[in-house]
């Protein structure tokens, strides 16, 4: 006869150890603090509670940053006027205007651009468990770059198709850095040299592709560059809204396995999740989510490679904490976008120069104290 | 002396752990009950290497199988082929009566659990999230935490002796309490079979002792257990099925005493060497055998 394991564990294992009784009764109170779990039906959602607050947090302070941006400019309105003009109410057409065609199309977009960054990120950090694995450092960001300035350059085409060619730029660069680091399997740290490699490569090419543009062209494109959502109309808003509510429960659904994945494959797949398979979804998502956003806004510097880490270390989550990255990634972006209007007031920064500058102080942080703890 | 006779009941020192004395009364043949877990000429390897060759094995359900032998002899290969982590080039692995990769992953999860040789904890976190990593099979998307998921993460808490760990950090234990805690989430796993490779590699005599102990408690619940690993002595005493593997196939198989020959221990690992009495348990020991320049020549005539 077969016993099963379930029920010898169950029913042996505490009184197999003696010594396990007590602290077990006096531990099942902390236990039950760390997490909440949501239970109806057969549904039944675990989630830690530290992570479930910063969550909250974070996108009230998004939400407050969204209703600032809609409120401050040149035509400066208080909250309630803000508030009547983005709903139609209100008797000042130029309110409305402002608000309906100029601050909501930027703040929506600004929030959904940050939100899919910072979830890309999460999950190329992950894949690779490693902090610098994230699609700005890796090629992705470039290769969509890359796409975007041909169609700027060579072609001389329009925003619809230099979107188009940042999504394929992007997920050119990512097959070829998937395919070259690819060997039995993906390992993290092939995944963030080769990705490295082909980031230089793609820049060497972007920046002989703007030496030999005409100036207009060239004028275009540095705009284009350093990211921006100065520009942004209800249709760029619209199109990485609609990305971002497709994508973004893939990869909250794949992040469970992700998790998983970062015990190592073997465990993983001892654990019941099709590694390799699982994997390439990821990997596919992940770099749809940032060829969306760099479509949208081009490539906002940083955002992926910071948002996941400040996330984590604010739920100091086990997981993969995407959710809290993407929350991180739109108030990131959102509250960069504001300094970047009003810094300079009338003139306009683009929001990667802004995301860009405070991604490098906290690069450099964020350097400093790990060599400071574990100094190599 | 070639041969060890297995059976010696030890009363055991003084005082000492119990589980040693009755850790040779003898388990139940191991042919007799069918094998849930078998493999048939398999061929197995990385890249262009390959490893294992049209080898055949059955695992005998409820014993405690280690498997020994030389470095890279494809020990661990076969485990991981066992256990589906890697494809077979040829051959078949089945699991109770089906080839293992008709189940879905999650219904193989349920069945049978590997601890791989270097897991890797997350940064971060607590050894009950670790522990509690080993119920993913027994979870879904919509269904992500059930009282018998609490309910099995504290029971292999407790039976892995690590519960009052639970709050602790994975990253902060020790090598010997951090192996029991990746047991912990194996048994969470709740798998009627059990695959353990080198989980004593790295650690002292006494943690080997304490995990060696702990698989063979689990057997004696009904657990079928296969633990890869190299300490030979520790191999022989708690092995109720030995498996003796060389250059990718299985030189020898059964029960300690009928296998383990100083013949054998020489052809398979090079080694000319002695066989003694394991004074406990009865079982054999391995002595080298190695010309010595500085040690009195005393033992020289055999």
């Given amino acids: 006869m077969k016993v099963s394991g379930g029920a010898n564990v169950a029913t042996n294992g505490p009184a197999s150890s003696g010594s396990a009784s007590p602290s077990w009764a006096s531990r099942a109170g902390p236990t039950n603090r760390r997490h909440v779990v949501v239970r109806a039906g057969t549904l039944a959602l675990r989630f830690e509670r530290r992570a479930l607050i910063v969550g909250a947090v974070l996108m009230t302070a998004a939400a407050a940053v969204a209703a600032a941006a809609l409120m401050i400019g040149d035509y400066p309105l208080t909250p309630a006027q803000a508030l009547g003009s983005l709903f139609g ?35 190329f950090q992950s894949i690779s468990d490693n902090p610098l694995g994230s699609p700005d450092v890796i090629g992705f960001t470039t290769g969509a770059a890359t796409g975007a300035l041909a169609q700027i350059i060579v072609f001389d085409a329009g925003p619809a198709a230099i979107s188009g060619g940042a999504v394929a730029g992007g997920f050119a660069a990512a097959t070829a850095v998937y395919l070259l680091a690819w060997r039995r399997g993906l390992a993290g740290f092939r995944l963030v040299l080769v990705g490295v490699g082909v980031a230089a490569l793609l820049q060497a090419c972007n920046a002989l592709l703007i030496v030999r543009a005409s100036l207009t062209a060239a004028q275009t494109a540095a705009v284009w560059l350093a990211g921006s959502l100065n520009a942004t109309t209800w249709t760029e808003a619209s199109l990485v809204t609609v990305a971002l509510a497709v994508l973004g429960p893939a990869a909250l659904t794949l992040s469970r396995p992700l998790g998983t994945l970062m015990m190592g494959d073997d465990l993983a797949a001892g654990l019941g999740v099709r590694v390799e398979r699982r994997r390439l979804e990821l990997v596919a998502v992940g770099v749809a989510l940032v060829c969306v956003a760099v479509a949208a806004a081009g490539p906002v510097a940083f955002v992926a490679l910071a948002a996941p880490q400040l996330a984590k270390r604010l739920t100091r989550t086990a997981g993969t904490g995407m959710a809290s990255a993407g929350s991180m990634g739109a108030l990131l972006v959102l509250a960069a976008d504001l300094v970047a209007q009003r810094i300079f007031a009338p003139t306009q920064l683009p929001v990667g120069v802004v995301t860009g500058s405070l991604g490098g102080v906290y690069l450099i942080w964020l350097l400093a104290r790990e060599w400071r703890r574990n100094p190599a | 002396m070639t041969r060890l006779s297995a059976k010696k009941p030890e009363p055991g020192p003084g005082g000492g752990r119990p589980d040693l004395a009755q850790q040779a009364t003898g388990p139940s043949p191991a042919s007799e009950r069918a094998a849930r877990l078998r493999g048939s000429g398999l061929a197995v390897g990385y890249g262009d290497r390959i490893v294992i060759e049209s080898l055949n094995v059955s695992i005998p359900t409820g014993e405690l199988t280690v498997i020994v032998g030389p470095n890279a002899c494809g020990k661990s290969t076969l485990l991981r082929a066992l256990a589906r982590m890697l494809p077979a080039r040829a051959g078949l692995v089945e699991l109770d009566g089906q080839p293992i990769g008709s189940y879905p992953p999650k219904d193989v999860a349920r069945r049978l659990g590997l601890l791989p040789q270097s897991p890797v904890a997350p940064d971060g976190i607590t050894v009950e999230d670790l522990v509690a990593r080993g119920r993913y099979p027994h979870q879904g998307l919509l269904r992500q935490w059930s009282k018998a998921d609490q309910e099995a993460v504290d029971a292999a808490l407790a039976r892995a002796g690590v519960a009052d760990l639970a709050p602790r950090m994975a990253g902060e234990l020790s090598g010997g309490q951090r192996q029991r805690v990746w047991l912990a989430m194996a048994l969470a796993q709740q798998t009627p079979i059990l695959l353990l490779d080198e989980p004593t590699t790295y650690l002292d005599i006494a943690h080997q002792v304490e995990v060696l102990s702990l698989a063979r408690g689990l057997r004696r619940d009904g657990y079928t257990v296969v633990v890869v690993m190299h300490e030979l002595a520790l191999a022989f005493r708690y092995a109720t099925h030995l498996i003796v593997m060389a250059a990718g196939s299985i030189v020898a198989q059964g029960a300690v005493s009928d296998v383990v ?33 500085d040690a009195p020549a005393q033992d020289d005539a055999a």
Avoid: H, K
């Fill in chain 1, 89 to 123: 109410f209100g008797d000042d057409p130029l309110a409305r205007y402002f608000v309906q065609n100029q601050r909501a199309p930027r703040v929506v977009a600004a929030a959904a651009v940050g939100a899919a960054l910072g979830m890309s990120g999460c999950v």
């Fill in chain 2, 261 to 293: 020959t100083e013949d054998l221990i020489e052809s398979v690992y090079g080694l000319p060497c002695r066989l003694i009495e394991d004074p406990v348990t009865g079982r054999p020991i391995v002595v080298p055998l190695e010309e010595f320049p």
